[in-house]
């Protein structure tokens, strides 16, 4: 007979940045689930209170603290870092993580410049650590079957991307079982430090790169594209590639809309916040004889569906299909990859570089619905003002 003593793999040391909301409702209970293959072994933040809070909060053993980001990446406990912390922030701690030849997963958007990319690639060529950006929506069974679903259409003749259209988040966050707590014990360095950090970030982003005025419109809508947009324009390119131009945006601020432009086809690109409590975030595919949309539920409520829809004719009867492979949510699928991508050396598709191309997208939006600057001071500043930054 064989042995029956159980099969040990790695347990990985996950050190946190950013003890707020992702990391509370998503993060430290999907880590916590999958306690076979991960254990937090350190916290970091600013706030005393929210690392005393998610201290408590770890299943296992109970991690270090600590509010110097130096310190978590430098920890021998620490084989992989999560940067959840405020976007002002996310390529400085994860090129710190780098260069203590820590991996890293670095929640979306990976940085909100160019320039930040960039560093980011760079810095990841220098290290033993690799770099992972969480685009959960990308991992789901649902998406992954419709790429497959979708290669095999013959031609496309129209998409839909509905990023999301969505009621108050706190609804979904107060059903989520997992209790977040918010706090306030922020010194005034830090709460000045991260005004300063947006500031410098807007303006390179918008002025220097994009080549467009900074108002408190534009401001706004860069921030949302780097927010909710990131998800599913993301998801966009994998499933389609990128666009070759923008025909037209409309922001009407809850509302928004682009239209992109395809080789043979058009996308249209949807969201929008209201005081509804539904979640709706789509991408669906439209053919000849085939239609396929994967359908998003809110990730704060753990097992709602990701299901994917296919409608077809098949032999001149309407044929309707709804699947569900796994009932595992995406950020389990991706944390599970990302273990691989770690443990056994596994290529990921969400890379520093591959996140890049959504700045692109996001500078091609601006360029088309915000009014420009000249291009001759752009073009002093070092950065070429063209469609898509």
């Known amino acids: 007979m064989g042995s029956t003593e159980p099969i040990l793999q790695k347990v990985l040391g996950v050190g946190i940045i950013g003890c707020g909301e992702v990391c509370q409702t998503v993060h430290l209970p999907t880590l916590g689930h999958l306690s076979d293959y991960f254990q937090v072994t350190y916290l970091c933040d600013v706030s005393s209170d929210a690392l005393q ?23 021998p406990s620490v084989d992989v870092v999560f940067i959840t912390n405020s976007n002002e922030y996310h390529a400085a701690h994860a090129i710190i993580a780098l260069q203590h030849n820590k991996h890293v997963l670095l929640e979306k958007p990976a940085s909100i410049t160019i320039r930040d990319a960039d560093a980011i690639v760079a810095a990841e060529s220098k290290s033993r650590g690799k770099v992972f950006v969480g685009y959960m929506r ?12 979708i290669g095999s259409v013959e031609k ?47 303006t390179q982003a918008l002025e220097v ?6 108002t ?31 025909k037209g ?56 569906p990701t299901t994917l829809h296919i409608c077809e004719n098949v032999n001149g009867a309407y044929k309707e299909s709804m699947i ?38 996001f500078g091609m939006i601006m360029r088309a619905g915000f009014p420009v600057l000249d291009s001759s001071k752009v073009k002093s500043n070092g950065y070429a003002v063209q469609d898509g930054c």
């Not at 790169?209 to 900074?214: A, D, R, S």
């Open 53 to 75: 809070h998610c201290k408590k909060k770890v299943a296992g053993q109970e991690p270090e603290t600590t509010r110097d980001v130096a310190t978590l990446c430098a920890s």
């Open 156 to 202: 496309i003749l129209y998409a839909r991307v509905r990023v999301d259209i969505i009621g108050p988040n706190h609804i979904f966050v107060d059903q989520s079982g997992t209790f977040p707590k918010k706090f306030s014990d922020f010194a005034p360095a830090d709460t000045e430090d991260i005004v300063n950090r947006n500031t410098e970030l807007l």
């Open 249 to 304: 945006v409309s922001y009407n601020f809850p509302f928004w809309n682009v239209l992109f432009q395809y080789p043979g086809f058009a996308v249209s690109y949807e969201s929008g916040m209201d005081q509804v409590p539904r979640f709706d975030a789509h991408i669906e595919i439209y053919s000849a004889k085939k239609t396929v949309r994967v359908q998003y539920d809110t990730p704060y409520v753990k097992g709602l």
């Open 324 to 361: 569900r492979r796994t009932y595992e949510d995406p950020y389990t699928l991706e944390i599970m990859e990302l273990y691989k991508m770690i443990v056994e050396g596994k290529q990921i598709k969400t890379t520093a570089a591959d996140a890049k191309k959504d700045l692109e997208i």
């Open 216 to 246: 408190d419109r534009s401001k706004r809508f860069w921030r949302i594209l780097g927010g909710l947009g990131s998800h599913d324009l993301s998801a966009m390119r994998e499933t389609l590639g990128m666009p070759t131009s923008v």
């Open 138 to 149: 990308r991992y789901a069974a649902a998406f992954v079957d419709a790429i497959e679903e």
């Open 209 to 214: 790169e994009c080549g467009v005025e900074q």
